[in-house]
């Protein structure tokens, strides 16, 4: 056996060698020289199946063979606030201190499809993100920023295809080849009705509209992401870390069964789909979650679905920190815990990483606080000597043990929802938004009681508190800039030609066209927002929950 395992090894490491690493010292502070990987002396084969060789199959240890001493992973701040002008300076800002790529922020009206015009807007516009209406919102977000060189995330879901057209329209206006576009879109519309509520329609025409953007991109833009699963809203909710892993892995397997459904090939949608965890407070389990989603996904694909293509089963994940764990009392605190977080996702083998700002659970990130959350992921990267050795902790009794755990929880998990219908039949049920419940109805009993220790809420307290960090402020007149731009905007467009593009969507709601290229049409067109929600509801209708807890 130990001859095999060294076979093994010396295969691997063959191999790994022709993969450039970075221009940068991988040897410890002191001196001693880091091997790429590290590996037991004595395992059976059936363990050593299990875990695998890094960047090979099942990717238990890492899809990468020399992970970030190839690549670090992208250092990706979550940003949006006020006007587009005031979070393109942040924008700008962030690129000049060493973040590499972008990721937005919408407000709440952008969020659920309203103009900031609307009567349900009012209060609202520019203050939990940027506020975007239009597609001239848009050029003014991305002004003097080259999307073709910059990889750009968006955070939404219900409207995500719209402000993916706002987006196509600002790099066809500018001469940008859209195939050449880098970056990811949301657009996880299952997990908004399991756990962060803000959908328009309902679960069967929201599918159809994911489904028509994957066939999109597929042709048209394969560097590109149409949509992040996301497991860090369920995990925000309340749900365990398994729950998380196995609710938001199904969702994955359901967006990839309505493709194959349209017809589309199992090896071309599955590279395309990305994943988005949270890294909440136990550092051990979070790190064996990270591990046991690549293996389950690997496995699935392979066996259930019938991937051919080795893209298709290495799942690439964003991480967020948890803002959940963030407190207002003792707010400094709050670096502390990102720290910790980051560093598991680090570990973990994230592809890209957001850090909290310790000052989120008071206002949105003032520019200071978005330095130092920046700060902590340069810190790891280049101080630390974590990114020098690919997943360090692999072969940990206790790490492989959590990661075995997990992965057999997620697999009961899935057994349930399977049994009960399926994704769509038990978001209908309630199922998911009871069992979240649940959950967080425990941790919370856990708090109260003391039987969980949360410094500064529940023990370590300060009675004479005061919180002395800034705090970032929305301007007043944002709002009121917002509407006037909107407004016009429209009495310089063509209603006519306008009315014509709008009622090709709404036409094409009843029919099997794809909507993906009538809806940037009308964006390029100036149709707002709200108007292109409107001419789909027609046909789609709204979703109402009607679900007992």
Known sequence: MKKNIDQNIKKWSEKSCDIPEREYS?????????????????????????????????????????????????MRQFAGFGSPSETNQRFKYLLSQGQNGLSVAFDMPTLMGYDCNHNLSKGEVGHCGV???????????????????????????GPAVILFAFYIGVALNNNI???NLRGTLQNDILKEYIAQKEWIHPPNPSMRIIVD??????????????????????????SSASEELAFTLKNGF??????????????????????????????????????????????????????????????RFHTQTAGFSLTAQQPENNITRTSIQALSAVLGGTQSLHTNSMDE?????????????????QILAFETGVANVVDPLGGSWYIEKLTN?????????????????????????????????????????????????????????KDD????????????????????????????????????????????CTTKENLIPLIIDAARNFASLGEIVEAMKKEFGEWTENVNI
């Not at 084969?45 to 240890?61: A, C, F, N, V, W």
């Not at 046991?292 to 298709?312: D, G, H």
């Not at 800034?470 to 016009?488: D, G, M, T, Y």
């Open 26 to 74: 991988f040897d410890s502070v002191s001196g001693n020289k880091v091997d790429l990987a590290y590996f037991p002396d004595h395992v059976s084969k059936d363990y050593l199946d299990s875990i695998g060789m890094p960047g090979e199959y099942p990717y238990t240890r890492s899809i990468h063979s020399n992970l970030y001493r190839g690549r670090l992973w992208t």
């Open 131 to 157: 506020s975007i209406s239009t597609i001239e919102d848009m050029e003014i977000l991305f002004k003097d920023i080259d999307l073709s060189q910059i990889s750009v995330s968006m955070t939404i879901n």
């Open 177 to 179: 080849d859209i195939s």
């Open 213 to 238: 953007l994957f066939e999109f991109c597929s042709k048209k833009m394969k560097k590109y992401n149409p949509v992040s699963v996301s497991g860090y809203h369920i995990r925000e909710a309340g």
């Open 254 to 315: 359901t967006y990839l069964e309505h493709c194959i459904e349209r017809g589309m090939d199992v090896d071309v949608i599955a590279p395309k789909i990305s994943f988005f965890f949270n890294a909440h407070m136990d550092f051990f389990e979070e790190i064996a979650k990270y591990r046991a989603a690549r293996r389950i996904w690997a496995k699935e694909l392979k066996n259930k679905y019938k991937s051919k293509n080795e893209r298709s089963m290495k799942l």
């Open 361 to 377: 659970t008071l206002a949105l990130p003032s520019e200071k606080a978005a330095e130092i959350a920046l700060r902590t992921q």
């Open 405 to 461: 755990q997990i992965e057999s929880a997620a697999y009961e998990i899935f057994d349930e929802i399977d049994n009960l219908g399926g994704v769509i039949e038990c978001i209908e049920s309630g199922y998911f938004q009871n069992r979240i419940a649940n959950s967080s109805i425990d941790y919370q009993k856990k708090v109260d009681s003391k039987q969980r220790i949360i410094v500064g809420v529940n023990e370590f307290k």
């Open 465 to 508: 508190e005061k919180i002395d960090i800034p705090i970032l402020k929305i301007r007043k007149e944002v709002e009121k800039e917002q509407i006037n731009r909107l407004e016009s905007l429209k009495n310089k467009r063509d209603d006519k030609v306008l009315e014509e593009k709008l009622n090709l969507i709404t036409n094409a």
